[in-house]
């Protein structure tokens, strides 16, 4: 007891110790940036992606700038993941309106921040260094670098127009090979080149290995390639296709998908017919499973069409030498490789766009550029860096034939991309559904992902010219019906007789509930109403909402009429809740029900059960992940030999059977953190007098008939009040799946909150976005109100007059 | 002021005034003191093996994935990567400690001023929901006027509300207030009271006997007095549930500080922990376990702890009536 008392003593200094140091350095944080803003009067926020290398060059390039230029303080933002988290997180800066000063710009990015005008041209800068004679490390650049930077508004097209950003690096894409693989399978590795039919007959050859002498227990593939939008471009391109066609005047004509003709789906067709019917490529399914991994696990052949990215994390393989070699063809005129690119763009809300742009000239010049590359992530936009050895035999950095890179630019291309971030959405999220579930042909596929896209950019939102919300009428007609009620309350305080006890009484009660009635308006009420009155409305809230516009019922009308993945979110939503609700609900009430048992050591069992829920959200998720693999998952490592008694699979969760089996993955997932309703039901088990159950047994009953005739209807308020939080909760569920699913695959796990969340703060429909939010809340209501009018005579309310 | 500085007082305090309380505690005491009886809940012997049987099996269920990710943090990348979690590390030399430097070091996950953050928000918010439900509990529970249970049923069908309602609104009205990339957004909700909490309050406050406030009162104490005096110290059991309930929203808490916080100075442990997650995959899942496992360490240690008021107090307050 005193050995438990004092580590309970221990334990609670550690904590304030760890709290009174937690302030102090937070303060004290404060307050160097204070200093910091002092002294450095110019304050540049800039943000980008990478893993933990890159972020340390553009660390290290920051301090050298800082060093330089005393005047200015930049502040590094830094998302993980790839380009699609950091433009969700660059969207919610802009919208909060504190957008960074400079960021790496993806190209697809591009034409929907040109577009929207929210990021700043820099032609003027560049004229200045033409007039000054300082123009000349322009001309250094890889010519397309400049073009790729270029986009034009009115024809929508990348290429010509203005330049939007200062090329950081970019990579030509190639494949990846396993050396060793090839010599094993008698296969040349094809530096000079190859067509489609020797790349499968290669992966035949080399997925014949599997399971050979040097090779046992293994399963080898010939090839890998990423579902990609970027790759799929790629792939069509060395057919002869294209996602888009093009106008007269050489411009792209977005509406024209091209994806139906016959080189793009001679392309399609590959992909089904080497990673589905062949099996001689890689076709991960569930989640945490990566071809990019089996590759450096030796067992894939060659993965591509990838860039020179690879090269860091493929430096620390020893255990097979790996190369680079260059993309197959069709035909030697349809050779082609996209180039993945990046650029230091200017944002145009920028307060400092001068020292923006001397930032921006710092960032992609020669001393970045030849730490960029000594990284290895990517080539230099600098010819003169390029062809240095900086780049083309840095030390002990493979692959030695760097110089293919360079001499895939003769056959580069720089890939159009439309302004509606809806595009990649659409194509990523559904064409997983031929190409990696096999569910459809490739036809019909292409067809579903046309129909939408022509769906999405004929929505009447975007089509119509909808005019301004008279804000200054509504705001009228708001304050006029606050104003209403306000007096009518007023007025209806003022006739009731008070003394002057009950006035004092009254004044001190609403004071003691402040804190809640200002919450309730502030956070609550008034944003109830703000966010019924956007819903009405089209707001990008990348501009002032004096810009919104009065859409009427549009925004709901489209929801019901025209958006499929609405429904699909509500059906995955209904499904999560249907399921989860009741068995999270029975699990949690027979684990109390075990738990109440008067047994030695029961409060152990009791820890043990309860410790789960206290890990939730990011923990959870990554835990989780791991588990639900597929091929290397725990779960299914104990469910194969069950599930092979019975001539079955087990499932794979997150892969083809994501349709029936994610959600209820979410479920078990959710069971592990029984813990937290059980404590509820234990709760109230505990506060039933025994004298009632003395009585029943007295009567004659056994431990069945006390369960329903005693214990459940002592319990129903409980239960009631858990079924009730437990829906609400379900149809809110978002973390798990933002973080393990991203709602793939074939938006199997696309739930309403998460594609809500993609509305508001990926593609920037605040009003559409605040309309959803009003369906779910007046669906959350009805099934509320449903279970109080069902639960009326279920509910026994007389256990909780003690 | 939270439960980690100043344990609540134990039950028994509390026990006294309130006989709901009391009934509740005894329930939960004769349990413990008549192992053998049978009376509810009482249990023959082959029952306890049956029920010990199910207890051990579940168990191992909950314990499994703790087992996962702790194994997997003390794995090479290349083992992690392979799936291998079950087995565990051969001999004392191959497990790999440095896995948990590596992953709270500067350069990736920089632990110590996001854990500062988690800290001083948490904090924050913990006081923040302790003062403010309090104070709204005890308004609902001791004073009379107009409107109060309209007001109260207001508040508590909020709780049907769907934060996603309100989420874009109220990010639009901090970036008004300038708030954006500060931690005002995180902790001023959090003093402005939530109405599950405020319900717990109310329903211990109403059942304490008014003969106790007269006495205070003719004592000369007035309503401050007598909510911070009186009303405050009897209820460490709701204090204690609301603090840790608060703690364990506040730490893990991910989509707010994903909208609101910008700066990789103002990151909370969550986000440090999603850092995690590379461009191209995770290739550094074993660091991201050891990470893990340091994250989710307070929750476990507060677990334990504080488990006693988990397991025991939740039957003394609010919501048994």
Partial sequence: MTLARAARLLLGFVALLIVVWSFFDVGYRALARGRMAQERPITLQILHWGNAAEAGVVQKLVERYEQDNPQVRIIRIHTPGGDVEMSNKLKTMLAAGTPPDLFYLPPGLLPEMAQMELIRPIDEYLEQERRSGTAGFLDDYFPIMIDAWKYDVDSQTVGRGKMYGLPKDFTTAGFWVNVDLFKAAGVDVPYGGWTWDQFEAACRRITSLSGTSGFEGRKIYGGFFQLWDATIRNILWTYGGEFFGRRPDGGVDFRNVTLDEPAALEALRMIVRTRINEGIVYNPTGIAQDGGQEFINGNIGCIGPIGRWMVPTYKSITSFNWDFVPIPYKSKEHQASQIYYTAWSMTAGTEHPDESYKLMKFLCGAEGAVMQSELGLAIPPLKSVAYSPAFLSPPGIPPHNAKLFLDAIEYARIPQVPSQAQWRRILEDRITKSLQLGKVTPLENVKEIEAAWLAELNSPLRQRRWPLVRWDLVLAVTAAIVATAVTMLWWRSTREQLGPLDRAQARAGWLFIMPWVLGFLALTLGPMIASLLLSFTSWSAMTTITEARAVGAANYRQLFAADPTFCQSLKVTFYFVALAVPVTQLAALGVALLMNLKLRGITLFRTIYFVPAVISGVVLAVLWLQIFNNDYGVLNEILRPIAHQFGAEPPDWFGRDAARWAIPAFVIMGLWGVGGGMIIYLAGLKGISASLYEAATIDGAGPIRRLWNVTLPMLSPLIFYNLVMGIIGSFQVFTQAYVMTGAGPDNATLFYVLNLFRQAFEFHNMGYASAMAWVLFLIVLAVTILIFRASKNLVYYEGLKT | ?321
Wanted: hydrophobic share 50%; with cysteine.
């Fill in chain 2, 1 to 321: 002021m939270t439960s980690l500085q100043t344990p609540p007082k134990p039950t028994e305090t509390v026990a006294h005034p309130t006989p709901v309380v009391g009934a509740a505690g005894a329930a939960a005491s004769t349990g413990m003191m008549r192992p053998k009886a049978r009376g509810p809940g009482g249990v023959s012997r082959t029952q306890a093996l049956l029920a010990y049987t199910l207890l051990t099996v579940g168990s191992l269920v909950f314990l499994v994935p703790f087992y996962f990710v702790v194994n997997g943090s003390l794995k090479t990348d290349a083992e992690v990567q392979a799936g291998d979690f079950i087995t565990p590390p051969q001999s004392l030399d191959d497990v790999q400690w440095q896995n948990y430097p590596r992953a709270l070091a500067p350069d990736r996950m920089n632990f110590f001023p996001a854990l500062a953050n988690t800290v001083v928000i948490t904090t924050l918010s913990m006081i923040g929901q302790v003062i403010s439900c309090s104070l709204v509990g005890y308004g609902f529970a001791r004073f009379r006027f107009r409107g109060r249970s309209l007001l109260f049923m207001v508040m508590l069908s909020t709780m049907m509300l769907p934060a996603q309602v309100t989420m874009i609104p109220v990010f639009v009205l901090f970036r008004m207030l300038g708030m954006i990339d500060t931690f005002w957004p995180l902790v001023i909700p959090m003093w402005l009271a939530s109405p599950f909490f405020v319900f717990m309050f109310r329903q211990f406050f109403a059942q304490i006997p008014e003969e106790l406030v007269e006495a205070a009162r003719i004592d000369g104490a007035n309503n401050w007095t007598i909510y911070w005096r009186l009303m405050m110290p009897l209820c460490g059991p709701v204090i204690a549930i609301v603090s840790i309930y608060t703690f364990l929203a506040a730490w893990n808490d991910f989509l707010a500080p994903l909208i609101y916080l910008n700066s990789p100075g103002n990151r909370t442990l969550t986000l440090a922990l999603n850092a995690f997650r590379g461009q191209f995959g995770n290739s550094d899942a074993h660091l991201m376990m050891a990470a893990a496992v340091v994250c989710m360490l307070p929750c476990v240690v507060l677990f334990f702890a504080a488990q006693r008021y988990f397991v025991e107090s939740v039957a003394t307050s609010g919501l048994k009536t």
